[in-house]
């Protein structure tokens, strides 16, 4: 069994501080990971994780979601190029300490940059050398992608969000389960950090049916990836290829592990079995 997990940038730092990571919850999250692989020998995961308050505001300064063969002279061409290996250096670093936090608890784990094994073609991903995440699978190894900058034949480099790693990997691997971890309970009818009165949807496709929901989720932080309508365009994306997945609350204690072992949780599910 297979099943590709998302740490979500909002859940594993500390968003309105520049590059702080919340090491309490990752130790909780990779306890609960170690936990739930301890429990079941048959179950493998590939991890990737989001940024957060690490690359964003670096990539947003720069434009770098813009790339850089779209700079309209050679100044900003250069401006766009530091931008962009300066997001990818800031990316790097919240990934070292994710890996750190791995080892430290006993977890075998090899971290994987993405901007070295990925090519973009117009912002989607086309290409990722899958040899070296083969191969951690094969060798008991967990591997930990993230959300990174990649090189892009037509924008010269464009974002590769952890939601964009996680579909191209889902149309390689055909995980038998998605698991996007973040810091609500899943997707509202409205953004439940302004509305308090939101409700939680837990199947999406059925809510999709009868009622029109607002997915702009705008984010008082910089999050150049797209917030959660980036998540469920993706997730539904899978949904019609057969591949399942559920939004889930990171920061509740043993939700993740749960959903691990197949659990029912709570949380807004995408299965291919409702499909509209």
């Known amino acids: 069994m297979l099943k590709i997990v998302k740490l979500g940038g909002a859940l594993i730092t500390k968003k309105d501080r520049d590059r702080e990571a919340d090491i309490e919850t990752i130790d909780r999250l990779v306890l609960e ?81 993405t901007s070295s094994i990925g090519l973009a073609k117009n912002g989607v991903i086309i290409d990722m050398f899958t040899s070296v995440i083969d191969k951690c699978l094969e060798n008991g190894i967990l591997p930990i992608l993230y959300g990174d900058v990649i090189f892009d034949l037509d924008l010269g480099n464009s974002i590769a969000s952890g939601e964009k790693i996680i579909y191209f990997l889902s149309g390689y691997y055909k995980p038998d389960e998605v698991i ?31 009622k029109k929901v607002d997915l702009s989720n705008k ?11 980036h998540k469920t365009d993706i997730l539904v994306k899978l949904a019609k290829q057969g591949i399942p997945s559920i939004i889930i609350n990171g920061y509740i204690k043993d939700r993740l592990y749960n959903a691990l072992i197949d659990s029912e949780v709570i949380g807004t599910y995408f299965r291919k079995s409702k499909l509209p």
């Not at 990818?88 to 977890?107: G, M, Q, T, Y």
């Not at 984010?219 to 309508?229: H, I, L, W």
């Open 33 to 113: 990971i170690k936990n739930a692989l301890e429990s079941n020998r048959n179950l493998k995961l590939i991890i990737v994780h989001g940024g957060g308050s690490f690359p964003h505001p670096v990539a947003k300064k720069y434009n770098v979601h813009l790339g850089f063969k779209t700079a309209g002279n050679n100044k900003e061409y250069k401006h766009r190029i530091r931008g962009f290996i300066l997001t990818a250096k800031a990316a790097a670093d919240i990934d070292e300490i994710i890996w750190s936090r791995f080892l430290k608890h006993d977890v075998q784990s090899l971290a994987i940059r």
């Open 180 to 210: 996007i971890a973040t810091d609500v309970d899943g997707v509202f009818d409205n953004d439940p950090k302004t509305h308090p009165d939101a409700k939680l949807i837990t199947d999406f496709f059925k809510f999709i049916q009868t």
């Open 219 to 229: 984010m008082a932080y910089a999050d150049v990836t797209g917030g959660m309508k």
